[in-house]
């Protein structure tokens, strides 16, 4: 029925139909951050949409809004032609929007039929084949195979993805959304995928992905969105545009110029390393080249908890005294290679060296640095912990505790405070100073400035400043690529798996993170 | 070193109120049944604190199964390693001293006890080792394959008492009396006290100093919390910190069972243990997972189960009326705890629980 009246509506209307789903300068703020600042998205009936834009650039936020999760301070959403405030994410599906997150929300231990019958709000009783039916039905709609009676929990991704999709439709709707969908899926079930997209698109219908790949973006929409610091700053058919507009879109004209006004490297010049404190580093590097190999790793492959290959055959050396900067876009594999060189991964293929003594400021610090009923004490004594032997000796350890609170500029009522009643950023300031504690030999940080204010963030790149002066080797991840830049000796870039050297470059440290050449 | 000790510890009164309320509400529910409630909570009294010999004799014995169960229950949440257990290590431990007792007292003589006390906590350990196993290995619940252990110790005491183990008669389903040298020597003279409760009084200062004070305690209490800073900031080998805690744990419930059968009923038959392994959960969660709190709420339990048989002999009250106290003391420790929010209780069981799970995955 809907083909035929958005056929109908097509004819009458002129050549150009409503947008099934359009949204109009939309902002939207958290606490002090701007995520949105007029973001604009028009998905036509029949065709794929690919949202692009950088990590950050608020291409989630945009879509959460679209489908009800989030409201927006400013700005308008029309679905079909009509202003709609959607209020929840029922909300959206009862307007025929459907969103497939990055992580998946089926009931493990129930089957295919089940999860579809659950999320499309059976009502009364429960008919199995009447449910099983309905999912091959749609299935076909769309032209792939899902075996309704599997258990959600002995899918592959691929097909839990699937599942999701399924899930969507169940419920009616016309505008699908799907966030990354390819970043976890083989290349030929990417492939396939799209081209599904495509034919459910075919029957008047639109789909949005959100994505960081531009060939993906060209080659399988038909229009293309990019977001850049929560602007929209283009709106193309994808026939008309080409990477190298995309990139310029993405990362904006004039590369680095648009960002000068941001002291990233703040902390740095006021060291008196100069005005340039990037080139300062940077020469620094080059002068230690010679430095001793401390982390040693040859054609690692890294397959992470849910069996996805996430690094395919790394091979990467970290001198003493330089800092090796990380780069890549969320998924890339810069994550999972990080956890290996600070040796809190094996690999599952490949040779890793590194050395004994490694601090590591992981992403996650809630969940994978403190523990947050233990005392203040306690979490600098967890570092360490796996090799201690025989007693704890409290008084030396809050001694030490009392002196990294001082020397770091923690906030804290003392050694024994919880470290859950500190701020995030002296939560993470306390990690960084436990990590950074006897000398270690090496370091890896991962986004270690996240939420730091400017003086802490300018105080920490001092410090890893001083550490590299003191023979450490440092390998650092940022999302904040000026950031990286500025702080680092060489570059790498992890895409799809792959690491490649870049020049200190912001426009080829970009190009490479999205994979264009 | 923990940032917040077991809350409940330093509010007796909160305590000595909770106590007091549901003491209350079994004097109401006796009377509401038209029994002389009056006279049951004095005989409950008289058969707990009211005498030197109900104190000595009857609760102080009771308790000391209750303690010995209660740590190793307290020990193994806090690594969040959720043993239900100890009912079943503590049965194996039983059989095993039972079957030295009777079989290697003419070779070991007055080493006997020492051996059987030493072969039941082994036993105990090798009853946790298999659900320890099957987690590491198959991740397998430990809530369910301890609780299933529990009846293959059961069962397996039923039948060696029917078996290899029967009296000589082949009559009762129970085991001959041991020896009088795999006894162990009484701590009071005149009494029922045996040295067995002198070991669990020194266990439980022994396990919490362990806890706070040593690098293998610290771990412990690491993994209960948060399992993946443990491994990923602290280094800590998650799976073989819970093998040992599960050994530990298992092989504290094995004493408690060899103590029981070495110290108080002499003889291996079914009923050995009213369920001391089931009550240990109570005893344990009561005393926020504190080993010194487990001595005293190892103790009231002691009393109450001490208390209530001679209910059951003095007013006709059926004993089991005690489990229905047992189980509203823990309900309103845990409800007053999550209303006054913020308790080291529930925050403690909460990380564990979250803990357990990750680990699980």
């Not at chain 1, 692009?52 to 291409?59: I, Y």
């Not at chain 1, 083989?186 to 994505?211: C, D, H, K, Q, Y």
């Not at chain 1, 990362?251 to 941001?262: D, F, I, K, Q, Y």
């Not at chain 2, 949440?77 to 007292?105: D, H, K, P, Y």
């Amino acid at each position: 029925m809907d083909v035929h009246r958005s056929a109908h509506d097509s004819l009458t209307s002129e050549s150009t139909p409503p947008p099934l789903l359009a949204l109009e300068q939309i902002a939207k703020r958290f606490g002090t951050v701007d995520a949105l600042v007029g973001a604009s998205l028009h998905a036509r009936p029949g065709t794929v949409h690919a949202l692009l834009g950088e990590n950050g650039a608020g291409k989630t936020t945009l879509m959460r809004i679209a489908f009800g999760e989030l409201k927006p301070d400013a700005g308008v959403v029309r679905i079909d032609g009509s202003v709609s405030r959607l209020a929840s994410p029922a909300d959206a599906l009862a307007h025929g929007i459907g969103m497939v997150h990055q992580h998946f929300t089926a009931v493990p231990a129930m089957t295919v039929a089940e999860n579809v019958a659950l999320a499309s709000g059976t009502r009364g009783r429960f008919r199995p084949a009447g449910a099983r039916a309905r999912v091959l039905e749609l299935c076909e709609q769309v032209g792939f195979t899902l075996d309704p009676g599997a258990l959600a929990g002995d899918l592959s991704v691929g097909m839990q993805q699937r599942l999701e999709i399924v899930k969507a439709l169940a419920r009616g709707a016309r505008v699908l959304i799907l966030d990354e969908p390819t970043a976890l899926l083989a290349p030929a079930e990417a492939e396939e995928l799209l081209a599904m997209l495509s034919r459910f698109a075919a029957r008047g219908n639109a789909a949005v992905i959100i994505t960081h790949k531009l060939r993906e973006a060209l080659s399988a929409a038909d229009d293309v969105t990019v977001l850049r610091r929560g602007r929209t700053t283009l709106a193309v058919r994808a026939a008309d545009s080409d990477a190298v507009q995309l990139t310029a879109a993405m990362l904006g004209e004039s590369g680095v110029a648009g960002r000068g006004a941001r002291d990233v490297g703040g902390g740095v010049t006021n060291e008196g390393n100069g005005e340039k404190a990037r080139d300062g580093a940077r020469g620094e590097g080059v002068r230690r080249e010679g430095g001793q190999v401390v982390i040693d790793a040859r054609d690692l492959v890294l397959v992470d908890g849910r069996g996805v290959q996430r690094v395919r055959g790394v091979t990467l050396a970290v001198r003493a005294g330089e800092i090796l900067g990380v780069a890549g876009v969320e998924g890339a594999g810069q994550h999972e290679l990080l956890r290996a060189l600070a040796g809190r991964m094996k690999p599952s293929e490949g040779a890793l060296h590194v050395p004994e003594r490694i601090g590591f400021v992981p992403a996650d610090r809630q969940r994978d640095a403190l523990v947050a009923g233990f005392t203040l004490a306690e979490n600098v004594a967890l570092s360490g912990a796996g090799a201690a032997r025989g007693r704890m000796r409290w008084k030396e350890i809050e001694r030490r505790t009392s002196e990294l609170l001082e020397g770091h500029d923690i906030v804290a009522s003392g050694v024994r405070a919880a470290a859950e009643s500190l701020s995030g950023g002296n939560q993470q300031k306390l990690v960084l100073a436990r990590e950074l504690d006897g000398a270690p030999h090496a370091l890896v940080a991962e986004n270690p400035t996240r939420g730091l204010d400017i003086a802490a963030t300018a105080a920490l790149h001092h410090r890893l400043v001083e550490a590299r002066e003191a023979g450490m080797a440092i390998v650092l991840y940022s999302s904040d690529l000026d950031e990286l830049i500025a702080m680092s000796d060489r570059l790498v870039v992890m895409f799809d798996g792959h690491l490649t050297e870049v020049a200190l470059d912001r426009d080829a440290a970009g190009r490479a993170m999205l994979g264009a050449s | 070193m923990s940032a917040r000790r077991a809350s409940w510890l330093r509010e007796p009164a909160t305590v000595a109120a909770i106590a007091a309320l549901a003491l209350a509400a079994l004097w109401l529910a006796l009377r509401l049944a038209g029994l002389d409630a009056t006279r049951a909570m004095l005989a409950l009294w008289d058969g707990s604190f009211g005498s030197s010999y109900a104190l000595v004799s009857s609760t102080l014995v009771r308790a000391t199964p209750l303690i010995l169960t209660g740590l190793a229950v307290a020990i193994a949440f806090r690594a969040g390693v959720w043993n239900i257990g100890a009912e079943g290590q503590l049965l194996a431990g039983a059989a095993t001293a039972a079957a030295l007792g009777l079989f290697a007292s003419p070779a070991l003589g007055p080493f006997t006890v020492v051996a059987a006390l030493a072969v039941g906590a082994l036993a105990g350990a090798f009853w946790a080792w298999i659900a320890a196993y099957l987690r590491n290995r198959f991740g397998v619940l430990e809530v369910i394959s301890t609780i299933m252990l529990n009846f293959v110790a059961l069962y397996a005491v039923g039948y060696l008492v029917r078996g290899p183990l029967q009296e000589p008669t082949h009559i009762y389903p129970q085991s001959e009396p041991l020896p009088a040298v795999a006894e162990l020597p009484k701590l009071i003279a005149g009494s029922r006290l045996h040295w067995g409760f002198a070991l669990a009084v020194l266990a439980a200062p022994v396990a919490w100093w362990v806890l706070r004070n040593t690098a293998a305690g610290f771990r412990v209490r690491a993994v209960g919390r948060n399992p993946d800073a443990a491994r990923v900031a602290g280094l800590v080998n998650v799976e073989r910190t819970t093998m040992r805690v599960f050994l530990v744990s298992g092989a504290l419930a094995g004493l408690a069972g060899a103590i029981e059968l070495t110290g108080v009923t002499f003889a291996l038959y079914e009923n050995v243990s009213p369920g001391y392994g089931y009550t240990a959960i109570a005893v344990a969660l009561l005393a926020g997972l504190d080993p010194l709190g487990v001595l005293a709420t190892g103790l009231l339990f002691g009393a109450l189960e001490a208390g209530s048989l001679a209910m059951q002999r003095e007013a006709a009250v059926p004993s089991v009326v005690v489990n229905v106290v047992e189980a509203l003391l823990v309900l309103l420790i845990l409800g007053v705890a999550r209303w006054r929010g913020g308790s080291a209780i529930l925050s403690r069981l909460a990380g564990v629980g979250s803990g357990s799970t990750e680990a699980a995955r």
